[in-house]
């Protein structure tokens, strides 16, 4: 790998980071369940022997509200200590961890297994790439009797006081989301949301189904806010598979939430605590 990160590396010794997921989306392989015992086989022997199948349901908004649109063939990997998910389909390829120490090792090992699957399937040849993803969840909990949600955010992401309220603990989801610069003439999109006060809620809702069996979860009492970061790319790389680019655009896909984490999100307090 050549691309490094242009972002600064804070090591926090309590990091509140519960949940990390890169993923590549590409142009669509009709015949997936034809690779997928070469698939089982090959992730298998580096690391994910446990195989599962899902069905993933896509949603849409009419009038009469919110209803299922269609369910797709979906095929799970995981590690033996249940931490680390891969998650295929006919049109992406998704890695998430709750096993996680650096950007660098865990963007080594999804480029790995993305290299297999391409080679696999032949879209090394004959794919497009269509998107890039990359998002980080941090759980926000407090450390000590005396301790508060606020102190971790921004005062803008607090969300608004009000004198009626009789507890301190609020309720609320912000999100914003806007274009970023990956490099001249390349942007991306960065979507960033606060989900505070959700009982029991120990990773945002779209994410539960999925998710790694072996991660912390919370109990309905506990008063916690979520930080949901997503960062990614849509356009189209290809036929072929230049990993060079995409490892280029991850790193700064990587670089975005990092800045965006430490100089827009947290308080400076927040990062001390943790530290």
Excluded at 11 to 23: E, N, R
Excluded at 185 to 205: F, K, M, S, V, Y
Aim: hydrophobic share 35%; net charge negative; with cysteine.
């Amino acid at each position: 790998m050549c691309a490094t990160r242009n972002c600064p590396s804070v090591p926090l010794s309590k990091k509140p980071l519960a949940l990390v997921l890169i993923q590549v989306r590409y142009s669509p392989i009709a015949k997936i369940a034809e690779f997928i015992p070469e698939i089982q086989e090959t992730f298998r022997r580096n690391g994910y022997p446990i195989q599962g199948n899902l069905k993933a349901v896509s949603f849409e908004l009419g009038p009469e509200g919110l209803r299922a649109k269609d369910e797709t063939p979906q095929w799970r990997f995981e590690t033996p200590d249940k931490e680390t998910v891969v998650l295929l389909d006919q049109g992406q390829i998704l890695l998430q961890t709750t096993k996680y120490s650096s950007f660098e090792i865990f963007f080594a090992e999804y480029l790995k297994l993305l290299s297999l699957f391409m080679t696999i399937t032949e879209h090394d040849e004959y794919g497009l790439c269509t998107r890039l993803g990359l998002r980080y969840v941090d759980q926000i909990r407090k450390q000590s009797e005396d301790d508060t949600i606020e102190s971790y955010l921004r005062p803008q992401l607090r969300g608004m006081e009000c004198r009626e309220y009789v507890d301190s603990r609020k309720q609320y989801t912000l999100s914003t989301i806007g274009k970023t610069s990956l490099a001249p003439d390349i942007n991306g999109t960065l979507a960033i949301r606060i989900i505070r006060g959700e009982r029991g809620l120990d990773l945002p809702p779209d994410l539960l189904a999925a998710a790694p069996a072996g991660r912390l979860r919370v109990s309905p009492e506990e008063d916690m806010a979520l930080i949901d970061m997503d960062h990614y790319w849509e356009g189209s790389l290809g036929p072929g598979f230049d990993e060079a680019r995409i490892e280029e655009l991850f790193y700064r896909l990587h670089d975005s939430i990092i800045r965006g984490f430490h100089g827009s999100v947290v308080s400076e307090e927040g990062i001390e605590k943790w530290k």
